[in-house]
Nanobody
Framework: QARLVESGGGSVQPGGSLRLSCEAS????????MNWYRQAPGREREWVAT????????TYADFVKGRFTISKDAAKSTAYLEMNNLKPEDTAVYYC?????????WGQGTQVTVSS
């Protein structure tokens, strides 16, 4: 059964950095486009970034451009979200999602808290 497990969340001060990981199992990782989303308390879940199947193409939401970097490592079946210059408004639960055609698989999420 396909499964995604996120890790790497935590608490950090404004301006700090974190790297989130999303390890996939039970699927052919190179066939999937990988995405990161986030959901802050009381808000809708929002898209953050996408990396395509090959890992060569990435897209970002405007509010993270220049600060976050998405990548994937096929050998480790893992996607990453490198987050720099974190702001309090980045506080949220971060989820990864694997997509292939109409098939979608979500992880359970990892909490990121940015506070002084």
């Amino acid at each position: 059964q396909a499964r995604l497990v996120e890790s790497g969340g935590g608490s950090v001060q404004p301006g700090g950095s974190l790297r989130l990981s999303c390890e996939a199992s039970g699927l052919i990782f190179s066939h999937y486009r990988m995405n990161w989303y986030r959901q802050a308390p009381g808000r809708e879940r929002e898209w953050v970034a996408t990396v395509n199947n090959s890992g060569r193409s990435t897209t970002y939401a405007d509010f993270v451009k220049g600060r976050f970097t998405i990548s994937k490592d096929a050998a480790k079946s893992t996607a990453y979200l490198e987050m720099n210059n974190l702001k309090p408004e980045d506080t949220a639960v971060y989820y990864c999602k694997a997509v292939r055609g109409t098939a979608e698989i979500w992880g359970q999420g990892t909490q990121v808290t940015v506070s002084s």
